[in-house]
């Protein structure tokens, strides 16, 4: 079946630096899957960050960056300059369309040094 | 911010003790998930419906496990004979369409199997 592979954390860098968290995905279909990125603030439930659903496009929010690349089945997570903020658990997930039980990646936990 | 109500928050049953968790997904979302997350952020996707329509179940949730989603009433999942592999956060999310699959997410119940 479907898997999903993010970077393993903690991941911890300083405010104002780049950040990148991979993600890679199975191709166990013909059918491209959905994309997205899913995020938990300390204290909160668990939210949408972003998604893309064509392979080739970029999805972004609150500054990340995520490009759909169907060549290397990868959705990494890219922002130029974080913040305190944004310390929190990332978490990378895909849906087919043409079976929709959702993957998710085992999480990503940031920590952003002010 | 989502609109996914969960309940009870928290849930401590005994082994071999029945375990129901309801869910009401946000106003208009036609489609449910239910998720087991365990101790290490790994998410298990359970089930998930289109209004009352079972689409897609994994074993687990056949044998031991329930759900239901009638109409006008909370979506549920049920453990009919608790076990100490249970315990985990169980979270419900919903979606707004068949197809894209964006989740909204509830908190969450944490269940405690003693």
């Known amino acids: 079946g479907d898997s999903v592979t993010q970077t393993e954390g903690p991941v911890t860098v300083s405010e104002s630096e780049s950040l990148i968290i991979n993600c890679t995905y199975s191709?166990?279909?013909?059918?491209?899957?959905?994309l997205f990125w899913y995020v938990r603030y300390p204290g909160e439930g668990l939210q949408l960050l972003l998604k893309?659903?064509?392979?080739?496009q970029k999805g972004s929010s609150r500054g990340f960056e995520a490009t759909y690349n169907k060549e290397t089945t990868s959705f990494h997570l890219q922002k130029a300059s974080v913040q305190e903020s944004d310390s929190a658990v990332y978490y990378c997930a895909l849906v087919r369309n043409n079976n929709n039980a959702p993957r998710f990646g085992a999480g990503t936990k940031l920590s952003v040094k002010p | 911010n989502s609109k996914v109500i969960q309940t009870p928050r928290y849930l401590v049953k005994g082994q071999g003790q029945k375990a129901k968790m309801r869910c009401i997904p946000e106003?208009?979302?036609?489609?449910v998930f239910w998720y087991q997350q365990n101790k290490n952020n790994e998410f298990k996707f359970l089930i998930n419906?289109?209004?009352?329509?079972?689409?897609?179940q994994i074993d687990m949730t056949e044998k031991r496990f329930s759900a239901e989603c009638p109409s006008n009433s909370p979506c549920s999942l049920e453990i009919q004979s608790s076990e100490a592999g249970d315990s985990a956060l169980y979270l419900c999310?919903?979606?707004?369409?068949?197809?894209?699959?964006?989740?909204?997410f509830g908190p969450g119940t944490r269940l405690t199997v003693l």
């Open positions: 191709a166990t279909s013909i059918a491209y899957p959905n």
């Open positions: 893309v659903i064509t392979a080739g």
């Open positions: 419906f289109q209004n009352q329509e079972v689409l897609q």
């Open positions: 106003k208009g979302h036609p489609v």
């Open positions: 999310a919903s979606s707004p369409d068949r197809g894209v699959y964006e989740q909204y």
